[in-house]
T-cell receptor
Framework: NAGVTQTPKFRILKIGQSMTLQCAQD?????MYWYRQDPGMGLKLIYY?????ITDKGEVPNGYNVSRSTTEDFPLRLELAAPSQTSVYFC????WGSGNTIYFGEGSWLTVV | TQLLEQSPQFLSIQEGENLTVYCNSS?????LQWYRQEPGEGPVLLVT?????EVKKLKRLTFQFGDARKDSSLHITAAQPGDTGLYLC???????????FGTGTRLTVIP
């Protein structure tokens, strides 16, 4: 089983460039999440989705956009990349909001120079 | 504003020692989870606690959810080098659909 798949694994961006981090899950989960993790720190929620066509902001949404056109895919868009967006990005999914195991992708390492 | 504060932030102990990690908040959580994360990987779920006062054991790890469902602790007995990692608590705030993570505790167990 693939689980949660993120691409790319590593990326270097120049300031002002844009890019999309892809995330796909094959478990038919309705909830999907994007987190960022700065070195040695916990995860901060960027955006989440409770189903296709529904997205909502998390703790740190500024500078990012998401869409959820299908149950499987939840891409994260970075517009006008800034050095403060250098981080590790994790996509995750689960079956419903409370109490169920959340499955994480392997992470995407992004550096903005 | 950080919903979940963990302490200590860093912990380095000798193999065989016991330790406790704390996760505190002013918010009430419908459930709270503990994860461990290895370098270069995503977090992996260890346990979910749902009921106030609940205690769960996973081999040498004991997890407790506070009576008011605002805090939790993780106790490790006779720590081993394999316990080394970043421990994260995470909670579903009552009425919310998203999972908030704590600040993390980086544990190093020295052989």
């Amino acid at each position: 089983n693939a689980g949660v798949t993120q691409t790319p694994k590593f990326r270097i961006l120049k300031i002002g460039q844009s890019m999309t981090l892809q995330c796909a899950q094959d478990m038919n989960h309705n909830y999907m999440y994007w987190y960022r993790q700065d070195p040695g720190m916990g995860l901060k929620l960027i955006y989440y989705s409770v189903g296709a066509g529904i997205t909502d902001k998390g703790e740190v949404p500024n500078g990012y956009n998401v869409s959820r056109s299908t149950t499987e895919d939840f891409p994260l868009r970075l517009e006008l990349a800034a050095p403060s967006q250098t981080s590790v990005y994790f996509c995750a999914s689960n079956d419903w909001g409370s109490g169920n195991t959340i499955y994480f992708g392997e992470g995407s390492w992004l550096t903005v120079v | 504003t950080q919903l979940l504060e963990q302490s200590p932030q860093f912990l380095s102990i000798q193999e065989g020692e016991n330790l406790t990690v704390y996760c505190n908040s002013s918010s009430v959580f419908s459930s709270l989870q503990w994860y461990r994360q290895e370098p270069g990987e995503g977090p992996v779920l260890l346990v979910t606690v749902v009921t106030g006062g609940e205690v769960k054991k996973l081999k040498r790890l004991t997890f407790q959810f506070g009576d008011a469902r605002k805090d939790s602790s993780l106790h490790i007995t006779a720590a081993q080098p394999g316990d080394t990692g970043l421990y994260l608590c995470a909670g579903y705030e009552t009425g919310a659909n998203n999972l908030f993570f704590g600040t993390g505790t980086r544990l190093t167990v020295i052989p």
